[in-house]
C-alpha cells in the first residue's frame, strides 16, 4: 500500500505520466499542466458583440415548462426566461409595473385592478390581453388541475376581464400578499392560445410573452431558447429595454460541479450554477472566470419538528436542539463565507427580516442550557434522546447535517440521518405529522417566497405540512394575511415571527441554499442575477 | 459484474465426499493466488472484528484532523471535506462490507437453493413452474432486480443489502437445480429411495451434503459479487446514508472534491477493489480445490 | 430451427408478460400509502385530491382489474405521467433509449474486442508468462468496481486532461463511458474465452491440422479463430444483458443522458409511473435483444441442430 516517493517516481518514469496519472490521482499533482490555468479565456480585452450563443450549466433538468406544474428551482429558473409576470421586482425587492402598467388595490383589499401595456405579443404572435390573464389565473385556481402553487393565488372570488387591457381579481376576504405575488415566477402570465396545445403544453411547447421562446427541449439533456425578437421589457431590472442580444440560449444538464467547472474551463459552457465550493478560490484567482453571489435569495434553511408526539411535542425538547447547534460553526466548516446565518423566519429582502429583532426571540449557541433541558426531560448520558434527522440531498445539506449531528451528540442527541429528494421529503414530513405513534422526527427543511406569507402558507392550520397547530398562531397568521396597509401588516409579520421563535416551531438556520453561486466565463458581459435569484441574461453579450 | 458467478455455474463435483475432503486444503492453498485471496479475507475479518483498535481516530466525529488533508503520517489516507481520518472510515468501513457480504449472501444462498432443491426434486410440474420463473428472473439481470427492489423498500443499506440479496437468487437456484439433478441419478441416491428414506432424510442427509461444494464456491465468489453491487447502490445515492463509512457511499461523496481532494475516492475504491478481488482469488481456489477437472 | 426460434419468442413473451405483472404489484409492494408518498409531494394536495387521484390510477380497484388497465392503457402507448412536472413517461423513456443502446453496443464492441483477443491469446500461450500477464489482469479487472473505474478515467482524461468534453451525447462524449464499461466486462469475458479457446486448441482436427504440416497462421485462422467466433456469438446476447445492467450503473458517472440515469433519479423521487415504465422497457429491450442475438447464433453455428 504504502509507496516511497522514490519507488513512486520509477513507476512514474516507467509507466508513463498519464499511467501514473490514471493510477494514482491522488498523489500525482503533477498531472495539472494543462488544465490548471486557462489559456483559452479572455480577459475582457475585446468588445461585447450582439448575437451567438450561450450554454448555462446547471445540476438538473426542469421538471415541466408548464408554470403551474413545478415549483423547482431548476423549473422555474427556465420558465421565468419565457414568460413574463404582471408585476416584477426592482433590485430592491420592491414591486413595479411590468405587463402591467398600472394596478389599484381596493381600500376593503377585496379587488385588485391591472391595467396592461399595449402592442406586447405572445410568442405565437396573437396579442396579450386581459384574457391571457384571466385564463391564467383561472387555470390556476381550477377544481380539477390546479396549480401546485394555488395557495399562494389567495382566496380568489372571481376574475374579469374587464376590457381588452383592464383586468380586475375579485377576493372573497382581503389578501395583502396578492400583489408581490404578481411578481413571482409562479404568477407567470400564460397564453390563452396555450390551450390549443393541449397534453404538449409544457412539455414541448410553451406560449409566453417572456424574453426567450423555447425552441426543443431533449429531457435530461439540454433545454434550447431562442430570443424573442418583439420582446419588450417594462420592469425587469435589466438595462436592455428590448429583444436580448444573444440569439441563443441553451440550458444543459451536468450533476457533478467538477464537470460543470471542466466544461466552462474548456469553453464548452458559459454560465454554471454551483461551482465546487473548494474551487471558489481558485475561480476567484483565475482572470478568465468570474463568480456571481445571488443576494436576496429569499432562500431559507431551517429546522421544524414533528410536534404532534414526543419528544417535540414538549417545547423543551425543541429548545435543546435549538441551543445545542452552533450554526456559524457549522457554516464555516461547510461554507465558508458564501453562507449567512440567518435568524429569521422570513428570509433576507423579504419585509419583517430583521435580524436583532429575531435574535431577541430566537436561540443561540448554548450547550449547557441545552444539557439542563435534557436532564429535566429525563435524558441523560444512560439513555440519550434518540431521533431521526431527516434533509434533502444537494447543496451540501448531507454535509451541515453531519456536522449538526456532531453538535446534537456533544450535549447527548443521538440522531439518524436520512437524506431523500425534496418531493420524498415533503410527503414524508406531512406524514410524519400525520402518523400518531413512534418517536417523533425532526427535518432541516429549505424554502424560498418572496413575501411574509410564506409564514401563513407554512404554518397556518393545516399548513404545507400539517406540522404545528395553534389557535393563536392562526390568529397571528390570519392577521398578516388580512392586513392591507404595509406598515400594519409589518407589525403583524413580527408578532407571528416572535410566535414561531420563541416556540422553537420553526428554527432558521441559514441562506442561501441552492443554485446561488453562478460563474461565468469572463466573455459573458452583462450577466445579472435579480433579486430572489433570478438569473437574467436579457443584456448579455459575449465578448470576442 | 455477475460473470464469475456463470462460470461458477460450470463446476461440478462428480468424486466422492471422502477423497475430497482431506485433499481439500492442500489443493486450496497450493496456489499462490488463492493463498493472497485468502489472506486478503483474513486481513479483511481481523479489520473488522478489532477495527476499534486498528483505527486511529472515530469514523464518524469530526476534528479528528484538518479538513481536506493530503495523506501523511498522522492520517494515513487523508482526511476527508469535514475533518475525517479516512483510515479510521475505511478500517470501520469493512465492518459494513462484511455485513453485505454476509446478508446478502445469506439471502441469495438460503432462497436459492431452497427453490433449487425443491425444483431439482420434487420434478414434474413444481420443478416446471419453479425454473420457468428463475429463468425470467435471470433475463431480467441482476441489476434491474436489485433496481426494483429499492425501489420498492426505499433507500437504505439494509435494504440494498435485501435488495442485491434477492438479485442473485436466480444463479444459486440454477446451481443447486443443477447439481441436485446429477445427485438424484446416482446410485446411492436411488437406493435410499428404494428402501423407502423419507423426503427430508433424502432432501438433507443426501443430496444437500453432497452438493454443498459447487454451492460454496458460488457463495464466495457471490461475496465480491455482493460488495461490488451493494456498493454500486450506496455509490448511486440507494444504500448507505451519511455518517455512514460505508465505502461506497464514502467515494461518492468524495467526488465533489475530486480535484482537489482525489485520495477520498481513491482510498474507498482500491479497498472495494482489493476486497473483491480477495474474494475472487479465494472462490477461484475453492473451485479449484474442488473441482480438479477445472484446473488448467 | 423454427422450432426453435418459435420457442425462444414464447419464452420472451412469457418473460414480458411476467415483467407487466410484476411491475402492476410493484406499486402495491411500497410500505405505505403510494398515492400519499408519490402526491403529497406537493404542498397544496389535500385529502379528497388524493382520493381522486388513486381513482384515476384505478388504485380503489381490485388488483385484476388494475392489472387490465394497467395493460389496456400501456398497449395504447399511455404509460403515465411522470409525478414532477406531468411529462408523458413513455417519451421521457424512449428519448433516452438510444443512447443506452448506444452505449450498451459500443460496450459491447470493446468487451469482444479485447476480451476475446485476450482471452484467445491467453489460450494460445498458455502457461507462458503473457497467459499469467493476461490472466492476472483479468482477476484485477473483474475486481474493480466500474464506477470506480469510470471516474479515475473522467479524472485523468476530463478534468485534469481536458481531452474529452464532459457533457453531452456525442461520439467523444461515448468514448469513456463505453471503455469503462467495456473493459469491466471485458476481464470476464477473457476469462471464459480462454478457457473455451483451451479446449479447441487440444482438439483432434487442430492436432490433425498441425500433422498435415499447415502453416501455423492458415491453422489459427480457419479453424481456431472460426471457433473462437462462433464462441464469441454464443455470448453475445448474454454480456448484451449484462451491458444494459452495467449501463445503469455508468451513464450516472458520467451523466449520459440514458434510461439508466433516469431510472435512479426516478427512484430517489419515488417516480413509480417511471419506475414501472423503465422496468418494462428496460426487460423487453433485453429480452428482445437476446433472442435476435441467440438466433444469430443458431443460424451460425452449423453444429447446433435444434428441436
Known amino acids: ?544 | ?296 | 430451427m423454427t422450432q426453435y426460434i418459435f420457442k425462444r419468442i414464447l419464452g420472451g413473451l412469457f418473460t414480458i408478460w411476467v415483467t407487466t405483472v410484476a411491475v402492476t404489484l410493484l406499486i402495491h409492494l411500497v410500505p405505505g400509502d403510494p398515492v400519499q408518498i408519490m402526491f403529497a409531494q406537493s404542498q397544496s394536495t389535500t385529502p379528497e385530491q388524493l382520493e381522486q387521484i388513486r381513482q384515476q390510477l384505478g388504485l380503489d380497484r381490485p388488483i385484476y382489474e388494475q392489472y387490465f388497465l394497467y395493460m389496456g392503457r400501456i398497449l395504447q402507448g399511455d404509460f403515465g405521467t411522470t409525478i414532477r412536472g406531468n411529462q408523458p413517461v413513455l417519451e421521457l423513456l424512449l428519448v433516452r433509449l438510444p443512447n443506452t443502446l448506444l452505449l450498451a453496443a459500443s460496450s459491447l464492441l470493446v468487451t469482444m474486442v479485447v476480451g476475446v483477443s485476450a482471452g484467445f491469446f491467453a489460450a494460445y500461450k498458455r502457461d507462458t508468462w503473457i497467459d499469467t500477464g493476461l490472466m492476472t489482469g483479468a482477476i484485477l479487472g473483474i475486481s474493480i468496481p466500474s464506477f470506480w473505474l469510470g471516474l479515475m478515467l473522467m479524472y485523468v482524461f476530463s478534468i485534469r486532461l481536458g481531452w474529452l468534453p464532459v457533457s453531452g451525447t456525442d461520439l467523444k462524449n461515448l468514448i469513456l463511458p463505453a471503455l469503462t464499461l467495456g473493459l469491466a466486462n471485458a476481464a470476464a469475458v477473457s476469462r471464459l474465452t480462454r478457457s473455451s479457446m483451451i479446449d479447441v486448441f487440444s482438439q483432434d482436427f487442430m492436432r490433425t491440422a498441425r500433422a498435415k504440416g499447415l502453416a501455423e497462421t492458415v491453422v489459427l485462422s480457419r479453424h481456431a479463430f472460426r471457433n473462437g467466433m462462433i464462441n464469441v456469438v454464443n455470448m453475445l446476447g448474454l454480456q448484451f444483458t449484462y451491458m444494459m445492467g452495467g449501463a445503469i450503473v455508468v451513464e450516472n458517472v458520467f451523466a449520459w443522458n440514458g434510461i439508466g440515469r433516469l431510472a435512479i433519479q426516478s427512484i430517489f423521487q419515488r417516480d413509480y409511473p417511471t419506475i414501472q415504465g423503465f422496468i418494462l422497457i428496460f426487460a423487453t429491450v433485453v429480452v428482445t435483444v437476446s433472442i435476435l442475438l441467440d438466433i444469430l447464433y443458431a443460424w451460425i453455428d452449423p453444429r447446433i441442430k435444434y428441436s
Not at chain 1, 409544457?202 to 424573442?228: C, F, Q, R, Y
Not at chain 2, 436466480?170 to 446451481?175: C, G, L, N, S
Not at chain 2, 428402501?195 to 465468489?221: C, D, E, K, W, Y
Open chain 1, 1 to 544: 500500500m504504502v509507496l516511497t516517493s522514490k519507488r513512486l517516481q520509477k513507476l512514474y518514469r516507467r509507466t508513463g505520466r498519464y499511467w501514473a496519472c490514471l493510477l494514482l490521482p491522488l498523489l500525482v499533482t503533477a498531472c495539472d499542466g494543462e488544465s490548471g490555468s486557462n489559456p483559452a479565456a479572455t480577459t475582457g480585452g475585446g468588445t461585447p458583440q450582439e448575437g451567438g450563443s450561450l450554454v448555462w450549466a446547471r445540476y438538473g433538468d426542469a421538471d415541466s415548462l408548464d408554470p403551474q406544474r413545478t415549483t423547482t428551482t431548476l423549473s422555474w429558473q427556465v420558465f421565468d426566461q419565457i414568460y413574463d409576470t404582471l408585476l416584477a421586482f426592482d433590485d430592491n425587492g420592491e414591486v413595479v409595473p411590468n405587463l402591467a402598467k398600472e394596478w389599484t388595490v381596493s381600500e376593503d383589499g377585496l379587488t385588485a385592478t391591472f391595467v396592461l401595456n399595449e402592442g406586447i405579443t405572445c410568442h405565437d404572435g396573437t396579442p396579450f390581453d386581459a384574457n391571457d390573464v384571466k385564463y391564467t389565473a383561472e387555470r390556476a385556481i381550477s377544481e380539477d388541475n390546479p396549480s401546485v402553487t394555488k395557495g399562494a393565488w389567495g382566496p380568489i372570488a372571481s376574475v374579469e376581464a374587464v376590457d381588452s387591457q383592464t383586468v380586475q381579481f375579485n377576493f372573497s376576504e382581503p389578501f395583502g400578499a396578492f400583489v408581490s405575488f404578481m411578481a413571482d415566477p409562479f404568477s407567470s402570465q400564460i397564453c390563452d392560445s396555450a390551450e390549443e396545445l393541449g397534453d404538449d403544453f409544457g412539455v414541448s411547447a410553451a406560449v409566453g410573452t417572456g424574453p426567450w421562446k423555447l425552441v426543443s427541449w431533449t429531457k435530461g439533456d439540454e433545454i434550447v431558447l431562442e430570443k424573442n425578437a418583439d420582446y419588450q421589457n417594462f420592469g425587469r431590472p435589466i438595462e436592455n429595454d428590448g429583444a436580448p442580444y444573444l440569439d441563443q440560449l441553451i440550458v444543459k444538464q451536468i450533476p457533478e460541479p467538477q464537470t460543470r467547472l471542466a466544461g466552462l474551463q474548456t469553453g464548452e459552457i458559459q454560465v454554471i450554477a454551483e461551482p465546487p465550493l473548494e474551487e471558489l478560490e481558485a475561480i476567484e484567482a483565475d482572470e478568465g472566470l468570474n463568480n456571481y453571489i445571488a443576494e436576496k435569495t429569499g432562500q431559507n434553511v431551517f429546522f421544524e419538528f414533528t410536534t404532534s408526539r414526543p419528544p417535540f411535542d414538549d417545547i423543551r425538547a425543541r429548545q435543546a436542539v435549538a441551543y445545542a447547534i452552533d450554526p456559524e460553526a457549522a457554516i464555516d466548516i461547510v461554507f465558508g463565507d458564501v453562507v449567512k446565518r440567518e435568524k429569521c423566519t422570513v428570509a433576507r429582502g423579504v419585509m419583517g427580516n430583521d435580524q436583532g429583532f429575531c435574535a431577541e426571540h430566537g436561540y443561540s449557541h448554548d450547550p449547557e442550557r441545552a444539557q439542563e433541558l435534557l436532564a429535566e426531560l429525563g435524558y441523560g448520558p444512560e439513555n440519550p434522546l434518540t431521533v431521526t434527522m431527516m434533509t434533502w440531498v444537494g447543496g451540501n445539506r448531507e454535509r451541515m447535517v453531519q456536522v449538526f449531528q456532531n453538535q446534537l451528540k456533544q450535549v447527548g442527541i443521538e440522531t439518524e440521518i436520512e437524506t431523500m429528494d425534496i418531493g420524498t421529503l415533503n410527503a414524508r414530513v406531512k406524514q410524519e405529522n400525520e402518523n400518531d405513534s413512534g418517536q417523533g422526527t425532526f427535518d432541516m427543511m429549505g424554502w424560498a417566497w418572496y413575501d411574509p406569507d410564506i409564514l401563513h402558507q407554512l404554518w397556518h392550520s393545516p399548513g404545507a405540512y400539517s406540522g404545528y397547530q395553534s389557535a393563536e398562531l392562526d390568529a397571528l397568521l390570519d392577521d398578516t394575511r388580512t392586513t392591507v396597509d404595509s406598515d400594519a401588516r409589518l407589525a403583524a409579520v413580527q408578532e407571528a415571527q416572535q410566535y414561531l421563535l420563541e416556540n422553537a416551531v420553526h428554527v432558521p438556520l441559514y441562506t442561501p441554499g441552492w443554485l446561488w453561486i453562478y460563474t461565468t466565463r469572463s466573455e459573458v458581459d452583462g450577466f445579472k442575477i435579480g433579486p430572489f435569484d433570478r438569473p437574467l441574461f436579457n443584456d448579455v453579450k459575449l465578448v470576442s
Open chain 2, 1 to 296: 459484474m455477475t460473470q464469475n458467478l456463470a462460470q461458477a455455474e460450470s463446476t461440478d463435483i462428480l468424486e466422492p465426499r471422502s477423497r475430497r475432503t482431506h485433499r481439500f486444503f492442500k489443493d486450496l492453498l497450493r496456489t499462490q493466488s488463492a493463498k493472497l485471496g485468502a489472506a486478503i479475507c483474513l486481513v479483511l475479518v481481523l479489520m473488522a472484528v478489532f477495527a476499534p483498535l486498528i483505527a486511529p481516530y472515530d469514523p464518524i466525529n469530526m476534528g479528528a484532523g484538518q479538513a481536506l488533508t493530503p495523506p501523511n503520517l498522522a492520517h494515513w489516507f487523508g482526511t476527508d471535506e469535514l475533518g475525517r481520518d479516512l483510515f479510521s472510515r475505511i478500517v470501520y468501513g469493512s465492518r459494513l462490507t462484511l455485513q453485505v457480504g454476509a446478508i446478502a449472501v445469506g439471502i441469495s444462498m438460503t432462497a436459492g437453493v431452497l427453490i433449487g432443491l425443491v425444483a431439482g426434486y420434487a420434478g414434474g410440474w413444481i420443478e416446471a413452474i419453479l425454473m420457468r420463473m428463475v429463468d425470467v428472473l435471470f433475463s431480467f439481470t441482476e441489476t434491474l432486480i436489485a433496481l426494483a427492489a429499492v425501489a420498492v423498500l426505499g433507500p437504505s443499506l439494509t435494504n440494498a443489502m435485501i435488495a442485491v440479496g434477492i438479485s442473485s437468487i436466480p444463479f444459486y437456484a440454477r446451481i443447486t437445480y443443477g447439481a441436485v439433478l446429477v445427485e438424484k441419478n446416482k446410485e446411492y441416491f436411488k437406493a435410499a429411495q428404494a428402501v423407502g428414506a423419507r423426503h427430508q432424510r433424502l432432501i438433507f442427509r443426501h443430496i444437500l451434503p453432497n452438493i454443498l461444494s459447487p454451492i460454496i464456491v458460488v457463495a464466495t465468489l457471490g461475496v465480491s459479487i455482493a460488495v461490488l453491487s451493494a456498493s454500486a447502490l450506496s455509490f448511486l445515492g440507494l444504500g448507505a446514508q451519511p455518517p455512514s463509512p460505508e465505502w461506497g457511499a464514502t467515494l461518492a461523496a468524495g467526488r465533489d472534491y475530486f480535484k482537489r481532494a482525489p485520495w477520498i475516492t481513491t482510498f474507498p475504491g482500491l479497498a472495494i477493489a482489493i476486497t473483491v478481488l480477495g474474494f475472487n482469488l479465494l472462490g477461484d481456489g475453492l473451485r479449484e480445490a474442488l473441482d480438479p477437472q477445472q484446473r488448467r
